[in-house]
């Protein structure tokens, strides 16, 4: 299974090999579970860097206590509809979906719900806990960050302070809800770590020398000093980015009330802001669905730039890849087959055949 095929496995076998290397990590029963489902809901949507890609790294997150092997959250304080939590070093994994049951059930009583959790090890693709608001008919944004990173620099600057900051939305249509996440960097760490292992340029200048220069090039974020990452809009724009990084840590560091000062230098432990919203507390749900969906229906009748490339909605690039793979199976690259293929020998787990 080494060669340079790729390999199609189902999600199911991906699903239980994971759970049972991250049982014998240490993680409860629950725990490996949680975990497991939503690093295989990252392949199977197709955000690659955010699934089993980094098994490896909740392993030894679970081996050497950065990241608790069960336990419980702790609920700080609480009004109506705003919740804060301190996860202690659970993994975001199994905290977010949670987070997302309680902001729900504070919008069916008071028509929106806020959770803040701080101390989350790994949380992963956003994109993935959307649908579980989406799906009972309501309207979730999450932000994210992590008080112990700093690898994006403000506009003008060469020097980084923030961490890359993910963004999500979901909403409920008619049809297939919309759903949008996106870094409010230039690119994902997980991305420049990506390309460094294919020995592949970056798709555009998302990286900034430590002479101040903008660059393609993945591989000076290893180098001494490192490059940082350029915030959202790039050499032209990235006032922009830095504004949006700003409400990012502002929404969740600043209410969480821990932050850089605070927070141990290279911790990966994240905070982040779930805030759900129960449109049936302003209207007719279906009304609302009707306005979404003219607003899908109106993208799809724009005019392509490219007939071969028709405009997509958030979301829908996502939906059809995971229906390819649950009919075909997951695709990984040979590289990341080897990469698992090292904790099945490290584990003594063997993996699935394909």
Known sequence: MTDQKNIRISAQLMRDWARKCLEQAGAASELAKAMAENLVAADLMGFRTHGLMRLRYNL?????????????IKVLSKRAAVQLWDADLLSGLYVMPKAVEAAMAMARHCGTGTVVVKRAQHVAALAVYLEQATEQGMLVQMMCATPGQQVVAPFGAKSAWFSPNPFAI????HGQPILFDVSLSMTAAGKVRKAIAEQQPLPYPAL???DGNYTTDATTFLADPASVLAPLGGEQ???????????????TMGLSQLGRYQEQAGLDAN??????????????????????QAMVDGIHATTPINKQQPVRVPGEGAFKVRQQQLQQGIEYTAALWRQLEKIA?????????N
């Open 170 to 173: 979901g909403a409920p249509t």
């Open 208 to 210: 900034i020398t430590a």
């Open 237 to 251: 724009l990235g006032y922009k980015g830095t504004g949006l990084c700003l409400f990012s840590e502002l929404w």
């Open 271 to 292: 905070t982040v802001w779930v805030q759900v919203v129960d449109p049936s507390a302003f209207g007719d749900l279906d009304e609302f669905k009707n306005q979404a």
């Open 345 to 353: 020998q490290q584990t003594g787990i063997q993996l699935p055949a």
């Open 60 to 72: 030894n997150c679970l081996q050497d206590g950065s990241s608790r092997s069960n336990g419980e």
